[in-house]
């Protein structure tokens, strides 16, 4: 199969691991006979460098025109007093929302070599962590109405978190489909104790519930969310949540595991293309220095594969290839443990390409 794939490798670590997720999927190519063809895209604080903005439409025009997009990571120190419309993370949500991305899988796993990795004390995590987080893209407070306005001689900020029915009702059975794949058990997620916009969204989700009867669905407010992650992982398996409540429990989530350079995620729309980076930043303090764990961004490169293109079995390909490599002991800084080897950002790449 012929595919093409707008890569946008962006700022920090992103170059470095955006490289060895080319490597891996460029041996997938040769080994199952695809062809990949890459369009690399600059985004983020390398392009407010270039052109004086954080995405060019030409950039946006080549992600549109695209089969998929590999994303590595956005931003930096260097510009975080860029005005508000060109800040890095700008040229991210715009992506997101050009591309009609409303759907975020954050998968979190641990995986069984790096179990002493995790923070959590063995009996928390004994059961097992694997959970997805179904995390709406493109609305609510990220997208909603801002200002800064002078009232009485003082400045008052405000940002609008608006979902519409039916904005809720699509990422909801996103979440119910997935539900049904994996082990038929949703938790949705919000604060309907205090918004509006959580309200609409359980009577939503209350909604959907009836057609898919199969799946043991329960609410649960945010708060107690992020408590019961840390008490009690295992009791998750898929959860869906607005915007904001999913971009502070992935990261909660990812941290059971140890470390967040291991995970991967898929952004994804009504049709077949899709966005695809690991869920770390772009960790400017380690750029450059060629220790990065690029294991995130190959897992996301194989989600590529298997969300957007249909080819699930190269996807486990690259899934088994990089158990193998860390069954034998190999690892980043970020995972390193006792006996094992310790190994660069390329030499992992290598590792995981040769494997396959
Ligand atoms: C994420 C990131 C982004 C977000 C930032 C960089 C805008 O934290 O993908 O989780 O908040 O969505
Ligand atoms: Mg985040």
């Known amino acids: 199969m012929k595919k093409n794939i707008a890569v946008l490798p962006g ?35 390398c392009s407010i460098d270039k052109y004086g903005v954080p995405i060019t439409n030409e950039g946006m025009e080549i992600c549109k025109s695209s089969d998929s997009v590999l994303l590595g990571a956005v931003g930096g120190p260097k510009w975080d007093n860029c005005p508000p419309e060109i800040r890095a993370e ?25 179990a002493s990795s995790s923070p959590l004390k063995e009996e928390v995590i004994g059961g097992g962590i694997d959970l997805l987080i179904v995390r709406e893209l493109t609305g609510g407070v990220y997208f909603g109405a801002k200002k800064t306005e002078n009232i009485d001689g003082q400045l008052v900020a405000t940002d609008i978190m608006p979902y519409s029915e039916s904005e809720i009702e699509r990422i909801g059975r996103v979440a ?11 938790t949705s997620v919000d604060k309907a104790n205090v918004l509006e916009t959580s309200r609409l969204w359980r009577k939503t989700m209350h909604r959907l519930s009836n ?17 019961q992650l840390i008490k009690n992982p295992s009791q998750f ?13 992935s990261d909660e989530a990812s941290m059971l595991t140890g470390s967040i350079g291991m995970m991967p995620s898929a952004s994804l729309s009504s049709g077949t293309r899709g966005m695809y ?33 249909d080819m699930a079995e190269e996807a486990e390909a690259i899934e088994r290839a990089v158990d193998k490599v860390l069954d ?29």
């Open 237 to 249: 398996d898929v959860i869906v949540t607005e915007n904001m409540f999913g971009d502070i429990l």
């Open 90 to 114: 700008k040229a991210l949500l715009a992506v997101r929302k050009e591309l009609n991305l409303f759907a975020n899988l954050r998968p979190t796993k641990l995986f069984k070599y790096l």
């Open 277 to 309: 980076e690991p869920i770390h930043g772009s960790a400017p303090d380690i750029a450059g220095l060629n220790i990065a764990n690029p294991l995130g961004t190959i897992l996301s490169a194989a989600m590529m594969l298997r969300y957007s293109f």
């Open 211 to 227: 057609e898919y009867p199969e799946v043991e669905y329960s609410d649960a407010l945010v708060d107690s969310t992020a408590m």
């Open 11 to 45: 700022d920090g670590i992103g170059p470095e691991i955006i490289a060895e997720a080319v490597k891996v999927l460029d041996k997938i190519a040769d080994k199952y006979g695809h062809e990949f063809e890459y369009n690399y895209v600059d985004i983020g604080g």
């Open 328 to 356: 034998e002991g190999y690892r980043t800084g970020d995972i390193m443990q006792e006996n094992c080897k310790k190994v660069t950002c390329s030499e992992m790449g290598t590792l995981v390409a040769n494997k396959l």
């Open 176 to 186: 119910f489909e997935t539900a049904m794949k994996r082990n038929k058990k949703l």
